[in-house]
């Protein structure tokens, strides 16, 4: 069982930056694939980024490609979404999530763990 918080979503101005964290309990949280989701209102829940359970390997999806990084810290059992070059079209509720194993991370459906999100809101 794993339990997810995520902190410092706020309103940031286009082209500025934001760190997101996400906090993790459960003594299994470094085996997992930890990931970076969002919602904008009115759309589908839509994959930001991934990180491996040693943080060696990473995947972004191509909308925030250059501008986003995922790392994790697994002595603290953390996971980090430093967001670069804000765009208003970044804005939206994000989620973090976990899973086992590396395959298809893109895919929503196949994460075990959600936590309850944090808005970011890009202003132009």
């Known amino acids: 069982q794993v339990q997810l918080v995520e902190s410092g979503g706020r309103l940031v101005q286009a082209a500025g930056s934001l760190r997101l964290s996400c906090a993790a309990s459960g003594r299994t949280f470094s085996s997992y694939c930890m990931a970076w989701f969002r919602q904008a209102p009115g759309k589908e829940r839509e994959f930001v980024g991934a990180?491996?359970?040693?943080?060696?390997?990473?995947d972004y999806a191509d909308s925030v490609k250059g501008r986003f990084t995922i790392s994790r810290d697994n002595a603290k059992n953390m996971v980090y979404l430093q967001m670069n070059s804000l765009k208003p079209e970044d804005t939206a509720v994000y989620y973090c999530?976990?899973?086992?194993?590396?395959?298809?991370?893109?895919?929503?459906?196949?994460?075990?763990?959600w936590g309850q999100g944090t808005q970011v809101t890009v202003s132009s």
């Open positions: 990180v491996n359970w040693n943080g060696g390997v990473t």
């Open positions: 999530a976990a899973r086992n194993g590396w395959y298809n991370v893109q895919a929503s459906g196949t994460y075990l763990y």
